[in-house]
């Protein structure tokens, strides 16, 4: 008689093997320009209330793509930590922020020597308020695909800290070759506009669209989104032709900057057709002051003090309350990193205390 088995034959399970995603490296290098690409980090020194926390995730959206948009922020991480990982990220910018009892402040630093230039931020808007207040707020998703064109105007002045002012903030983004860069990567600008008479500095951030010089809406919108309009209450096709409509732009195309353009951009802006350049603002905006500026990073000599020029004609009293205020603000980087490390002392205390009691 034939004996049957009854144990069940193993059968062997197939695990896939889990491959993690490469993900691709940034370029250090413009491999058209041949120059070295700018990169940054933004965080903050002390603790920020929740509005400047957002204007902090604000200003690292705007610095897209060559910036570290999830960068986590610990307690006990000092301004050595982020410079001793700013070099082997080929990261060349830092831009802080910093909260004292009177007012936020802003500074841009060159990476790892400096200089450091400090601004006093008198207000801002996030870019969630400025969302808010459009009819029709526009942000695609490849809009921070592509580092922003930056445009500064009003800082011809023969001022070395105004000449200092526009070579940092010129190199905080990639350069660009205007004989060979696409017209589709240029979807933002950032403006920084001096005025000499208040000193001080207007950041605004616009996003750039195109629109064809006399095409409607309608024609516009059915082009680009491919569907069928809808014309149960029409005559005749002719009728969703020369019928203005709801929200038609045509009429404000001679208001507008028009262009030729030299190339295809999309399906409605075409080679050799005229389209009008428009701007709308995306956030988040600004209004600086410079203050001052040191020759190293965040220290140094310092080579130009708002407070500290004698022909300043100001109230009595009010250039003691700035110099305080300013070197408060010093002060409170400082003394975060200490407190940090303090806090940090005492956790790992506690945690021996009771690794001890529980022995």
Partial sequence: MARFNNKQRKKKVFVKPIVKKQ????????HITGNKIPKSFVFSRGKLPGPLRQLQMDLRKLMLPYTALKL???????????LNVAGPMGVTHFLILSKTETSPFLRVSKTPQGPTLTFKIYGY??????AQSQLRPRCPQDLFKNSPLIVLSGFAAGDEHLKLTTTMFKNIFPDIDINTVKLSSCQRIVLLNYNKDTKLIDFRHYSIRLQPVGVSRRIRKFVQNHQVPDLRNLQDVSDFVTKAGYGSESEADE?????????????????????????????PRMTLQLIKIEGGLCSGEVMFSEYGNGGNKEKPGSRDGNEREDSENDNKMEDSDEDNEAEDNEEDTEESEEDNEED
């Fill in 23 to 30: 993900q691709k490296k940034q370029p250090n290098v413009d």
């Fill in 72 to 82: 986590k922020e610990k307690r006990r991480n000092n301004l050595k930590d982020f």
């Fill in 125 to 130: 808007s996030l870019a969630v308020d400025i």
């Fill in 255 to 283: 208001e507008a900057a028009t262009v030729t353009l030299i190339s295809d951009l999309s399906r409605v802006n075409r080679a050799s057709t005229k389209s009008a350049v428009k701007l709308q603002e995306i956030g």
